[in-house]
């Protein structure tokens, strides 16, 4: 190879370096958003009809390797029919039972929110379940700091990023997630953040306060503009802290967050 | 121009591949690295000379899709699409019936390099995972087996020239 090609392309390998490192070390993050803004603009409809299409040949795979257990899918559910029969006039009254339920321990119930529905169309590829983006922005009325729920009231995260037809949202799993929670039965509270994706973990609560395996988890309302009373998940396994001045607990979240479609931005109380 | 739109056009949609049709497809868990794969089988097909600005905007893209640290990616697919430029040019060039598992050999090697890479310079420490990486690279490689077939078939779209490894 002559030896002035291998100065030029040393250079050049030099120079983009150069380059890449300068941004990574200064992390301009704000000096980038009208970049990712225009793209995000751009590419919004791929995004969503990629995200769909793939969703779609999720579902039509899953639906494929899932025929050979429909059969015993089948003799199963027949007799699970005729137990849910039996049970169904029981729920009835657990119906009722939890409508009062909730009234009491003001759990946030259907309509009260001034919900935006939005689809997921993009989330993050390394499988840190970090965050998803949506498809509604600032022309829908999102804001940052919005918190976005699941259909019954099941917190998943909040806005962090708004674009004009898009936002990001970053989940409750992402380790840098933080959210004043409380227990419903007790209400020993404490803060949940994310395990890098791998789950939720409640900690800072005061060892004279009692959690257990079991508890439902909600938000207890301190701080920014996250409500009271939205479903996060169930504590799993209590222990304590490593220097034993606080309890801390695995809580498993309600929502599987890498599976989500449709997700509901909270813009106001109504 | 036609030739350099194209090519931004591919990136372009390898990005929105990688994060809507993948973590869509695979619920997130493993999503291929398709831009990564992609400047590899260029960069095993191209000299670095016209590669590298493209490795670089393919990054920087892939950095501002992912709303991660801008240079992450760029400065990654950069040191591999050297290195695949250069180990193709100085050991490979013999074996040119070899081509395509050279190809998969790169984007195994490359996929690794990647994952450390990406994985210090976001937050200067390596959280490493024997299953994951290997599912990666399982992925990368159906990825890279669809895009090298892609590539073969329809060479002047994806600007190759010629057919087989040279060095002129």
Partial sequence: ?270 | MGQKIKLAIIIFLAVVLQISFFPGLTSGKIVPDVVLVLIILWSSRKKFEDIWLWALIGGLILDIAVFGKVGINAFSFILISFMASFLKERFFIAQRTGSFLIALALVAGGTILNWLLTNFLADFSINFSVNLMIMKIIGNLIIAIFLYLIISKFKEFFGISESKLAVK
């Fill in chain 1, 1 to 270: 190879m002559p030896k002035k090609t291998l100065t030029s392309k040393i250079i050049k390998l030099i120079l983009a370096i150069a380059i890449c490192l300068l941004l990574i070390f200064l992390n301009p993050r704000n000096f980038f958003n009208p970049v990712r803004g225009t793209f995000l603009k751009i590419s919004y409809p791929f995004q969503k009809t990629f995200y769909l299409a793939g969703q779609k040949t999720h579902n039509f795979f899953s639906l494929l390797f899932s025929i050979g257990d429909y059969k015993k899918n089948n003799e199963k559910l027949i007799k699970e029919n005729n137990e849910l029969s039996a049970k169904l006039a029981d729920a009835q009254d657990q119906k009722r039972e939890n409508e009062e339920l909730r009234k009491q321990l003001e759990l946030s119930p259907r309509g009260k929110y001034n919900l935006e529905p939005s689809l997921v169309i993009a989330q993050d590829p390394r499988g840190s379940g970090s965050w998803i983006v949506i498809d509604k922005g600032k022309a829908d009325g999102i804001a940052e700091g919005m918190p976005v729920i699941v259909f019954d009231g099941i917190l998943v995260g909040k806005i962090s990023e708004v674009y004009s037809n898009s936002s990001k949202v970053f989940l409750l799993s992402d380790s840098g997630s933080s959210t004043n929670v409380s227990d419903v039965e007790t209400s020993a509270k404490g803060i949940l953040t994310g395990e890098y994706g791998l789950g939720l973990k409640l900690g800072m609560v005061e060892q004279t306060d009692i959690i257990k395996s079991g508890d439902d988890i909600v938000t207890s309302g301190l701080g920014g503009l996250m409500p009271k009373g939205l479903l996060v998940g169930k504590i799993d396994q209590v222990s304590n802290s490593s220097d034993k001045l606080f309890q801390e607990a695995v809580v498993r979240p309600k929502v599987k967050y890498s599976d989500l479609n449709v997700v509901f931005a909270i813009k106001g109380v109504k």
